[in-house]
């Protein structure tokens, strides 16, 4: 695989990021994509096969069961580029599919050095699909994947294992409309997104026995200890995984067990007793609510599959 981009300015915004996030006169927080530095990618894969964790099963579950069908919807789409492919696993499904009906461009998108390299190991082996990865954020990355592609080829989006759900809805609707003005009409985007679910089944897929979860969060704090000189001690932080109820989603944070100072790169930050550091949110949706916020934002729907196990909803939309 060719990886194009870099981590080029990383640390410089990750340093900026870390003092706005724990200078917040309120509620403190850290933009969750720092969550995947080596060690965070490799906790988070360790995360995908816990007992507790269904929903990557759920969705390779869709993956394995109708990638066909959704290849069928694709037969003129000679590029896939994916949103933070992770290690690419459920994606074998649905390239293997495509590139029966054509030879494809597989573009992983990743800030994650680590987890882009997983994926070329994943999937380097697939017949008639070649792979060219950007180490880059999101946006960045499916436009400099598009400009790349050859006249005629259509471009499937792939944004799976909820990764929307990290974004507040108002931002998400946002981020699908950014998506859709970088794509032309007859493109199309394959949309994972977990849904609605009884508590029981929910709070320990974020708060498993093993403590996987509650690692790959305070992973965060390591991380800029080793990154940024930080000097936090992370036996005096809990981990958190909490249901907002009004705003549908599970939030993660980290609990300041007492009131103590921390000092990042010559700069101190206090938190009293019981402050959080909020690190993640996971939303969840209503069965109709992809199709209602992506149409808003320039899709149509196409098809949903449904996860009966572990509810989760795949969506194809394409681009009008
Ligand atoms: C929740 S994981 C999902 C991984 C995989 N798609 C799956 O379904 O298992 C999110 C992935 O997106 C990557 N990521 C997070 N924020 C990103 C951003 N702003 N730009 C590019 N990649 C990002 C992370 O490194 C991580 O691998």
């Known amino acids: 695989m060719l990886i194009l981009g870099g981590a080029t300015q990383a640390v410089n915004s990750f340093a900026g990021d870390v003092r706005d996030g724990l200078g917040k006169a309120g509620q403190k927080e850290l933009p969750s994509k720092y969550l995947y530095d080596d060690i965070g990618s490799a906790l988070f894969e360790a995360i995908t096969r816990l007992p507790e964790y269904g929903l990557t099963r759920a969705e390779e579950r869709i993956l394995l069961e109708h990638s066909e069908a959704i290849a069928e919807h694709l037969t003129a789409h000679g590029m896939a580029v994916e949103l933070g492919s992770g290690s690419g696993r459920k994606t074998r499904q649905i390239l293997e599919a495509l590139a029966r009906h054509k030879s494809m461009t597989y573009c992983p998108i990743e800030i994650s050095s ?46 799976l294992g909820s990764s929307i759900g990290n974004f507040d809805r108002g931002p998400a609707e946002e981020f699908l409309r950014k998506i859709r003005q970088t794509i032309e009409p007859g493109d199309t985007l394959l949309l994972g997104t977990d849904l609605e679910k ?88 209503g069965r109709n609510e992809p199709e209602e916020m992506a149409e808003r934002a320039g899709f149509k729907c196409v098809a949903q599959w449904v996860d009966v196990e572990w509810p989760f909803a795949e969506n194809l939309f394409v681009a009008v």
């Open 114 to 159: 680590v987890a882009l390299a997983s994926c070329e190991r994943e999937l380097d082996d697939l017949a008639h699909v070649s792979i060219l990865g950007f180490e880059t954020e999101y946006l960045d990355g499916l436009s400099k994947a598009v400009a790349l592609r050859k006249p005629g080829d259509a471009v499937v989006v792939l944004f």
């Open 198 to 285: 009884p508590l029981a089944q929910l709070i320990p897929a974020y708060d498993d026995s093993l403590g996987v979860t509650e690692a790959f969060n305070r992973n965060l704090l390591a991380r800029i200890n080793r990154e940024l000189r930080g000097d936090f001690d992370l036996s005096r932080f809990e981990h958190v995984a909490l249901y907002n109820a009004r705003e549908r989603r599970i939030e993660m944070h980290l609990r300041s067990v007492e009131t103590q100072t921390v000092t990042i790169e010559e700069a101190c930050f206090t938190l009293g007793s019981d402050e959080t550091i909020w690190t993640e949110s996971c939303h969840k949706y």
